[in-house]
């Protein structure tokens, strides 16, 4: 049997030993005797307290005892059968998160948690099946999206709560910065508890902190170039080089990124590009062609959607990254801020670790900002109920209305003896 | 509640016999009267003041206003001069003992000590009466059988006064003060009582008695145990009234006491202030010591009396 409010358990225990001791505080009244001088004594209380070892009225003390037992248990909420654990771990597992720390938190959890795998969909799995598929490459998969997770966490978690009195939250992710959006901290206010945050590395980024060496190759005057002399080093720890020259390259070397990127030379219109950091790039831009999208990763996408940035793989371990997007040879669109700041997200080296979360972003996700509406709140919870306690709080309530009868009784009873 | 009838307890005498002892010790007390008896009946009581007499005591020459008839006749045939037969009064005091016989006068602390104090108090009062050929009255406050006794000389009052008091077990709550109106063949009221009742109408009405010429002793019972609290936990209810109800506890005693001091002093003054004689007889010596001083009471202090 398990209690879904153990802690009224406590409470009606106190009330009881508060019943006993009332009882054993027997308020006794002394023998009356004729006292030819009473009227010179002084005016007191009457009644005298004393503590007895035997509880008085313990016919009464009895029911009384009963009728706190009986209440207390159905206020608990007593459920029948199953074990009740006082805490279920759920993890909320990125997909993008190093193996190491993914096994080593995997290994830590019993095989009755949940997990919740995501990336930009989740899936409600088990242990087991995380423990077998854990050599699964991510290599090039998509940001993941925490959004997702959260919604099945609220979808689970009233069932969770029927045996468990709480939830523990875990998030194991890189946390990079496209793991929230907009719409996360309204989701996260779904789930009340806190969520623990374990920060792990990036899968493929694993020991990866130098900087990028990046190599422009262009006929003269290029804005990409300026634009990347402006920026100086870039994180990454890979080799980049930027193509703006009509001649084919070789192909890249292992750990090497070759950008591809044609010089543009039709006029330019005010467009936009989303990058997979999350970030958005409005400036005047050309949409360049690009041939193959199949099997490639996206790295940004126009506005309607189009792949606008795309990486490729090559045989030898390097990385062909093509960029649609044509700059204005004319003109400081590389060189603003917002400019500089796409270039050096289009020119970053394929397996560079994305930007990560900022810790006011973090903050919002160990405890819900935005509290939910009661509305909303109701939506969602499905409380667990008892069966037992409406049965044990009539019980009581039949026995205390015995109580005052038998009270009385017992009043009647002393005053015949008296 | 005790009534008429109840038997008494063991340890009070039964028996007129039993007040021999108290008897033999105030025979020879005299008892003069105070003022002078209202009639001129002549008897065996001693007054204070001289008046004509059968037993002449000295002469003095007659003065204007004189009565003729106390001229002794014969001296002035003998010698033609003038001069009055002078004796001591000899007169008596209709005496009439009230006797309060209410619930406290045998309720704890004081017990039955008390009532049989009281008892032997009136018994010893009403034979120096008798002995000075006083009538001897009863006036019984009880609730369930008053008696009332009209003062009478005859040999046997003793007698009969014990065997009505030795009777009655004190009960109910019945007022003195009706009993201590004046009365025209009494000239002597003694008050026997513990002073718990009705006090203050008794007190009016004892003035008037006093205004009347009426010789007025208060014998104010209070028993030893009473002085002092000396019990256990309990809840003193008032014999008499039972709305009074106090917790007794040791804790109280000393306030107690003062309470019952203060009452003690405050009634001494109160009847003393209308001219009755005031004596607080305590239970715990002998009734012939405080019949003796009652009969010798005069206009004593406060400490004399209460010794």
Redesign the interface.
């Known amino acids: 049997m398990t209690w879904l409010a153990p802690a009224l358990l406590g409470v009606a225990a106190v009330a009881g030993v508060a019943t006993i001791v009332a009882h054993l505080l027997a308020r006794r009244?002394?023998?009356?005797?004729?006292?030819?001088?009473?009227?010179?004594?002084?005016?007191?209380?009457?009644d005298?307290r004393t503590l007895t070892r035997r509880p008085r009225d313990p016919w009464l003390l009895a029911l009384r005892l009963l009728v706190l037992a009986l209440l207390g248990a159905g206020a608990a909420q007593p459920v029948p059968g199953g074990e009740r654990a006082s805490v279920r771990r759920v993890l909320l597992l990125d997909a993008r998160a190093a193996s190491g720390a993914r096994d080593s938190v995997l290994r830590s959890l019993a095989p009755r948690d949940l997990v919740i795998a995501f990336d930009t969909a989740a899936t409600l799995t088990d242990v087991a099946t995380l423990v077998r598929d854990s050599t699964t490459s991510t290599i090039g998969m998509a940001p993941s999206r925490l959004g997702g997770a959260i919604v099945r966490l609220a979808r689970v978690r009233d069932s969770l709560l029927r045996d468990a009195d709480s939830l523990d939250v875990t998030l194991l992710s890189p946390l990079d910065a496209a793991l929230v959006d907009a719409g996360t901290p309204a989701l996260r206010a779904l789930v009340p508890e806190p969520m623990r945050i374990v920060r792990t590395s990036s899968r493929a980024t694993v020991g990866d902190t130098t900087r990028a060496v990046v190599r422009t190759r262009s006929d003269g005057d290029d804005p990409v170039a300026a634009a990347l002399a402006a920026l100086g080093p870039l994180p990454g720890g890979a080799r980049v080089v930027v193509q703006r020259t009509a001649k084919a390259d070789t192909m890249p070397a292992s750990g090497t990124t070759l950008v591809r990127w044609p010089v543009n030379t039709r006029t330019a219109t005010l467009d936009a590009i989303r990058l997979d950091d999350g970030t958005t790039w409005v400036a005047p831009l050309v949409r360049l062609p690009i041939d193959d999208t199949s099997g490639a990763r996206i790295v940004a996408r126009w506005r309607d959607g189009t792949p606008a940035v795309v990486d490729r793989r090559t045989t030898a371990g390097g990385c062909v990254r093509t960029v649609g997007v044509g700059i204005p040879e004319a003109g400081d669109v590389t060189l603003t801020v917002d400019g500089r700041r796409a270039i050096a997200a289009l020119v970053r080296p394929c397996d560079a670790p994305p930007p990560s979360l900022d810790d006011a972003t973090i903050a919002t996700l160990v405890r819900p900002q935005a509290a939910l509406s009661t509305a909303d709140r109701a939506a969602l919870a499905t409380p667990a109920r008892s069966t037992w306690a409406p049965w044990l709080v009539g019980a009581a309530a039949l026995l205390a209305l015995l109580e005052p009868l038998l009270r009385g009784r017992l009043a009647h009873t002393a005053g015949a003896d008296d | 509640m005790a009534r008429r009838g109840d038997p008494a307890s063991a340890d009070e005498p039964r028996a007129a016999h039993d007040y021999g002892p108290l008897l033999d010790a105030v025979r020879g007390i005299r008892w003069r009267a105070d003022r002078r008896p209202p009639h001129a009946v002549t008897g065996a009581h001693v007054a204070r003041r001289t008046a004509p007499s059968m037993e002449v005591m000295e002469h003095r020459p007659y003065r204007q206003g004189d009565d003729p008839r106390r001229l002794d006749w014969k001296l002035l045939a003998r010698t033609e001069r003038a001069y009055v037969r002078l004796a001591p009064a000899t007169s008596v005091s209709p005496t009439l003992l009230v006797v309060d016989a209410s619930?406290?006068?045998a309720?704890?602390?004081?017990g039955t000590r008390?009532w049989r104090a009281a008892k032997h108090v009136a018994i010893g009062v009403a034979a120096v009466a008798h002995a000075a050929g006083d009538p001897v009255g009863l006036a019984l406050v009880h609730a369930h059988a008053p008696r009332r006794l009209a003062p009478r000389a005859r040999g046997d009052v003793i007698r009969e006064l014990a065997r009505v008091l030795d009777a009655l077990v004190p009960a109910g709550d019945a007022p003195c003060a009706p009993s201590l109106l004046p009365q025209g063949d009494v000239a002597r009221i003694v008050l026997i009582s513990?002073l718990?009742g009705d006090t203050d109408a008794m007190r009016t009405a004892a003035a008037t008695l006093v205004a009347h010429g009426t010789e007025l002793h208060v014998a104010h019972l209070v028993?030893a145990a009473?002085r002092a609290?000396d019990?256990d936990?309990?809840?003193?209810?008032?014999?008499e009234d039972d709305t009074?109800?106090?917790?007794?506890?040791a804790d109280?005693a000393r306030?107690?006491a003062d309470?019952?001091a203060r009452?003690r002093d405050g009634e001494r003054a109160a009847w003393q202030a209308i001219g009755a004689r005031y004596l607080e007889v305590d239970d715990a010596l002998d009734a012939a010591s405080w019949v003796r001083r009652l009969a010798a009471a005069r206009e004593t202090g406060p400490a004399e009396a209460r010794t």
């Open positions: 009244r002394p023998r009356a005797i004729p006292w030819a001088t009473a009227r010179f004594l002084p005016e007191g209380e009457l005298a | 619930a406290s006068m309720a704890p602390p004081g008390k513990d718990l028993a009473e609290l019990a936990a309990a809840i003193a209810v008032d014999p009074v109800r106090r917790p007794l506890r109280v306030r107690y309470a019952f009452f």
